[in-house]
């Protein structure tokens, strides 16, 4: 390592000054923290303090820089040092915010505070200042998949921004399905009555852009690469193949309808006056190109009685369909009824539903179709029964619990089926060969054969050829803090591929996807990690000659950011990279690091705490905190006043995923009386902002108790607990309630060694 200089740096300002004897800080920092330049200042943050620190930059060759102030988490513009290696010790949040103003606590909270400047010091030494990463690509051309109303949407939008664009659509012309649709849900006041489609506007705009290049009849026969680098290979019709360089890719593949044969109990499959909402849009678009009015599909003549069944083959719970709701469905029956209506008056239009959903509009649309004498009825249909050129409709009535309600003589069922995502194939889960039956048998009658996915990206990762699926098939996204983002960094989703929506939140999804993906080809070009580490100028490194090839990093990488060579060494891909540093956990002889973030940065400021023995009554706990949630919680309870333990040294970490055990084994030796790991929410309804990292590491922590036999300490002494940004108020009672735990246990047996 080239020769360091480190500087600290005490700040007085926010009531420091007048809780904390800073004189004494600036002593630990120079006698326990080694630091040969530390100085004190009223206020470190305005422009006075920070010259001071530009000026020991600039004339006395100060390359690491810690700074006893604020959380990590404020004053960052006025912190901005990216030259330097520079790290922060939480006296305000941390400290003084979270301790009573008592004589009693002042003792306690001055202990709480040279430690963090002992830790800052230690965590300073072990980092140096990232450099970016050199494999950079700088294409700036964003591949659009799916030429439907999101792809064009966003093909449109990305054009306007500046950004060239290759549009791949699979079929003969754009559009998707908005092309197949008569009118569309109005999306403007006064909500009164379906309305155009706009799609051969938006055709018209994408074919007359010179900025986007469309083919047509084409698919992604390869992708390979990474944001700002990745090399696209497009099959045409022809046969032909042509490469593209791209930057960032936006999967916008759309969705099929739930296939309505599925449900024969309804009458599908059993009458052609049975339709899906699909089949009745053909049905109105047939009928505007001759006299307008609908007619029967079985014999041709009028309709004149309807029924709408909502959730058909949705929100099941028995497993057997989709489990979830389409959300725009409502709204469809409400338009589509509208159609009858609109063309004449006395057509029988009754819609029954379990929950009428309308986003988008309030209930002016629903208030509109029953104005014009749309009927709505609260039921759940058990059953349709074709019979010659009507139907009877059997249903319970939800208002007066009548279970045998029933409605007779309907020209023409329309069954609201759901979205099915086109996602691709489930690298998770594979589905089943395209085979019913033993050894090539044909299916049995009305026996349902699973059809294999086509993969749509065709991604040359390890992981599998197309970006991770949620459990319901729609393409994994961290749906709370950062949509359209995919486990595949530059690969974006939008529109029904990503989850069910309408024509209007598919063009605003498509927009939003667009912005992402122009942020990620950018960010690539500077060497800068994407979300949730956005700037991020550190990558992953490696010290291949202590490998042991055993491929839990590239197992665990929640991105797919590692491969692997033909020696079977890890291979990063540091523009997928996310910077989570769940390679760094699960490497079980710690030979990858990260500049500003390392087995050594965190281990550093473990050993740098001061021990009290086991007569002091001073235990000590500490608390390996995912920045993303759980920090920010602790920094939000202190500005709120909210008082937990003094027992307690707080280390952030990027996500629960990067934490090695060794770090725990370290503390237990050193003789912390405890650990508590506080993490994102994982499993299903995961919160994680890295997706997968917290989950990964409480499998890998789960194991911590033959560490702690082999230690022969208690398993309590290691604590995991699920923590949310927005637990202000339970994160300091979860900690002093462990606190009190752990006093009852008894200190420490290796307090003292």
Not at 320 to 338: D, P
């Given at each position: 390592?080239a020769?360091?200089k480190?500087?600290a740096?005490?700040c007085k300002g926010?009531?420091l000054?007048?809780?904390?004897?800073?004189?004494?800080?600036?002593k630990v920092?120079?006698?326990?923290?080694?630091?040969?330049?530390?100085k004190?200042?009223?206020f470190?943050?305005?422009?006075?303090?920070?010259?001071?620190?530009?000026?020991?930059?600039a004339n006395e060759?100060?390359?690491?820089?810690?700074?006893?102030?604020?959380s990590?988490r404020a004053?960052?513009?006025a912190?901005?040092?990216?030259?330097?290696?520079v790290a922060?010790?939480?006296?305000?949040?941390?400290?003084?915010?979270?301790?009573?103003?008592?004589?009693?606590?002042r003792?306690t909270?001055?202990?709480m505070?040279?430690?963090?400047?002992r830790m800052?010091c230690?965590?300073v030494?072990?980092m140096?200042?990232?450099?970016?990463n050199?494999?950079?690509g700088s294409?700036?051309t964003?591949?659009v998949v799916g030429?439907g109303?999101t792809g064009?949407?966003?093909?449109?939008e990305?054009s306007?921004?500046?950004?060239?664009v290759?549009?791949?659509e699979?079929?003969?012309?754009l559009?998707?399905?908005?092309?197949?649709?008569?009118?569309?849900?109005?999306i403007?006041?006064?909500?009164?009555?379906?309305?155009?489609?706009?799609?051969?506007?938006?055709v018209?705009?994408?074919?007359?852009?010179?900025n986007?290049k469309?083919y047509?009849?084409?698919?992604?026969?390869k992708?390979?690469?990474?944001?700002g680098?990745?090399?696209?290979d497009?099959?045409?019709?022809?046969?032909?193949?042509h490469t593209?360089?791209?930057?960032a890719?936006?999967?916008a593949?759309g969705?099929?309808?739930?296939d309505?044969?599925?449900?024969?109990?309804?009458?599908?499959?059993?009458?052609?006056?049975?339709?899906?909402?699909?089949?009745?849009?053909?049905?109105?678009?047939?009928?505007?190109?001759?006299?307008g009015v609908?007619?029967?599909p079985s014999?041709?003549?009028p309709?004149t009685?309807?029924?709408f069944v909502?959730?058909?083959g949705?929100?099941d719970t028995?497993?057997t369909?989709?489990?979830?709701?389409?959300?725009?469905?409502?709204?469809?029956s409400?338009?589509q009824a509208?159609?009858f209506?609109d063309?004449?008056?006395?057509?029988?239009?009754v819609?029954?539903?379990?929950?009428?959903r309308?986003?988008g509009?309030?209930?002016d649309?629903?208030?509109?179709?029953?104005?014009?004498g749309v009927?709505?009825t609260?039921?759940k249909?058990?059953?349709?029964?074709?019979?010659?050129?009507?139907?009877?409709?059997?249903f319970?009535?939800?208002i007066?619990?009548?279970?045998?309600?029933?409605?007779?003589?309907?020209?023409?069922v329309?069954?609201?089926t759901?979205q099915?995502?086109n996602?691709?194939?489930?690298?998770?889960?594979?589905?089943?060969p395209?085979?019913?039956?033993?050894e090539?048998?044909?299916?049995?009658?009305?026996?349902a054969?699973?059809?294999?996915?086509?993969?749509?990206?065709?991604?040359?990762?390890?992981q599998?050829?197309d970006?991770?699926q949620l459990?319901q098939?729609?393409?994994d996204?961290?749906?709370?803090?950062?949509?359209?983002e995919?486990?595949?960094?530059?690969?974006?989703?939008a529109?029904?591929?990503?989850?069910?929506?309408?024509?209007?939140q598919?063009r605003?999804?498509?927009?939003?996807?667009a912005l992402?993906a122009?942020?990620?080809l950018?960010n690539a070009e500077?060497g800068?990690?994407a979300?949730?580490?956005?700037g991020?100028?550190?990558?992953?490194?490696v010290?291949?000659?202590g490998?042991?090839?055993c491929?839990?990093?590239?197992v665990?990488?929640?991105?797919?950011a590692i491969?692997?060579?033909e020696?079977?060494?890890?291979?990063f891909?540091?523009?997928?990279?996310?910077?989570?540093?769940?390679?760094?956990?699960?490497?079980?002889?710690?030979?990858?690091?990260?500049?500003?973030?390392?087995?050594?940065?965190v281990?550093?400021?473990?050993?740098?705490v001061?021990i009290p023995?086991?007569?002091?009554?001073?235990?000590r706990?500490?608390?390996?905190?995912?920045?993303?949630d759980?920090?920010?919680?602790?920094d939000m309870?202190?500005?709120n006043h909210?008082?937990?333990?003094a027992?307690?040294?707080?280390i952030p970490?990027?996500?629960?995923?990067?934490?090695?055990?060794?770090?725990?084994?370290?503390a237990?030796?050193a003789?912390?009386?405890?650990?508590?790991?506080m993490?994102?929410k994982?499993g299903?309804?995961?919160?994680?902002h890295?997706v997968?990292?917290?989950?990964?590491?409480?499998?890998?922590?789960?194991?911590?108790d033959d560490?702690?036999k082999t230690?022969?300490?208690?398993?309590?002494r290691?604590?995991?607990?699920?923590?949310?940004?927005t637990d202000i108020?339970?994160?300091?009672?979860?900690i002093n309630k462990?606190?009190?735990?752990?006093?009852?246990?008894g200190?420490?047996?290796?307090?003292g060694?």
């Amino acid at each position: 390592m080239a020769d360091i200089k480190v500087a600290a740096y005490i700040c007085k300002g926010c009531g420091l000054g007048e809780r904390l004897d800073t004189d004494a800080l600036v002593k630990v920092a120079q006698k326990d923290g080694k630091v040969p330049l530390v100085k004190s200042h009223d206020f470190l943050c305005n422009a006075d303090g920070v010259a001071m620190i530009r000026n020991d930059v600039a004339n006395e060759g100060v390359t690491h820089i810690m700074i006893g102030a604020c959380s990590r988490r404020a004053k960052t513009e006025a912190f901005f040092f990216p030259e330097n290696a520079v790290a922060r010790a939480n006296l305000r949040e941390g400290v003084i915010w979270i301790r009573p103003d008592t004589e009693e606590a002042r003792e306690t909270t001055q202990d709480m505070a040279e430690d963090y400047i002992r830790m800052g010091c230690a965590e300073v030494k072990a980092m140096t200042a990232p450099g970016g990463n050199p494999n950079t690509g700088s294409n700036k051309t964003l591949l659009v998949v799916g030429g439907g109303v999101t792809g064009m949407t966003a093909a449109v939008e990305a054009s306007k921004a500046g950004y060239p664009v290759v549009l791949v659509e699979k079929s003969s012309a754009l559009g998707g399905w908005g092309a197949r649709l008569f009118k569309r849900i109005p999306i403007h006041e006064p909500f009164k009555s379906p309305a155009d489609t706009g799609v051969a506007d938006l055709v018209s705009q994408v074919m007359g852009d010179s900025n986007i290049k469309v083919y047509l009849n084409a698919t992604i026969a390869k992708t390979e690469g990474a944001p700002g680098r990745f090399v696209v290979d497009v099959a045409t019709e022809s046969g032909a193949t042509h490469t593209e360089d791209i930057g960032a890719i936006l999967q916008a593949t759309g969705f099929t309808l739930y296939d309505m044969n599925k449900l024969p109990e309804l009458g599908a499959g059993k009458s052609p006056n049975v339709v899906d909402q699909a089949g009745l849009e053909a049905l109105a678009s047939e009928a505007a190109a001759k006299d307008g009015v609908i007619r029967r599909p079985s014999d041709g003549q009028p309709v004149t009685s309807v029924v709408f069944v909502q959730c058909a083959g949705q929100r099941d719970t028995t497993g057997t369909h989709l489990s979830y709701c389409s959300g725009y469905c409502c709204n469809t029956s409400v338009k589509q009824a509208m159609y009858f209506k609109d063309a004449n008056p006395s057509v029988e239009t009754v819609v029954v539903y379990t929950d009428l959903r309308t986003p988008g509009n309030g209930e002016d649309f629903y208030r509109s179709a029953q104005e014009k004498g749309v009927i709505f009825t609260k039921g759940k249909v058990s059953q349709v029964l074709p019979s010659g050129n009507t139907s009877t409709v059997k249903f319970h009535d939800l208002i007066l619990d009548d279970t045998d309600a029933t409605i007779a003589d309907v020209d023409l069922v329309v069954l609201a089926t759901g979205q099915v995502p086109n996602s691709g194939v489930n690298i998770e889960a594979l589905a089943k060969p395209q085979v019913a039956g033993e050894e090539g048998e044909a299916p049995a009658e009305g026996e349902a054969v699973e059809v294999k996915p086509i993969s749509i990206l065709n991604l040359t990762y390890r992981q599998g050829p197309d970006v991770p699926q949620l459990t319901q098939g729609f393409t994994d996204s961290h749906f709370i803090c950062f949509p359209y983002e995919t486990r595949r960094t530059g690969i974006y989703t939008a529109g029904p591929v990503r989850r069910p929506m309408d024509m209007a939140q598919a063009r605003e999804d498509a927009t939003g996807a667009a912005l992402k993906a122009i942020q990620a080809l950018e960010n690539a070009e500077l060497g800068r990690a994407a979300h949730p580490r956005s700037g991020d100028l550190s990558f992953p490194k490696v010290r291949l000659e202590g490998c042991t090839q055993c491929k839990r990093c590239t197992v665990e990488c929640p991105f797919g950011a590692i491969d692997e060579d033909e020696k079977r060494f890890p291979v990063f891909n540091e523009s997928r990279c996310r910077r989570c540093g769940t390679c760094m956990g699960a490497c079980p002889v710690r030979v990858i690091s990260f500049e500003n973030y390392s087995v050594n940065t965190v281990g550093a400021q473990i050993k740098a705490v001061d021990i009290p023995d086991e007569f002091s009554e001073k235990p000590r706990i500490l608390i390996l905190a995912c920045e993303n949630d759980a920090y920010p919680a602790l920094d939000m309870a202190g500005m709120n006043h909210n008082e937990y333990s003094a027992f307690v040294r707080i280390i952030p970490i990027r996500c629960l995923g990067s934490v090695n055990t060794i770090w725990v084994t370290d503390a237990l030796n050193a003789g912390y009386d405890g650990v508590m790991m506080m993490g994102c929410k994982s499993g299903e309804q995961y919160q994680c902002h890295f997706v997968k990292g917290s989950e990964l590491g409480r499998v890998r922590m789960s194991k911590i108790d033959d560490t702690l036999k082999t230690l022969n300490l208690e398993s309590e002494r290691v604590r995991d607990l699920e923590v949310a940004i927005t637990d202000i108020k339970r994160v300091p009672e979860m900690i002093n309630k462990y606190a009190e735990e752990l006093v009852a246990i008894g200190p420490s047996p290796f307090k003292g060694f």
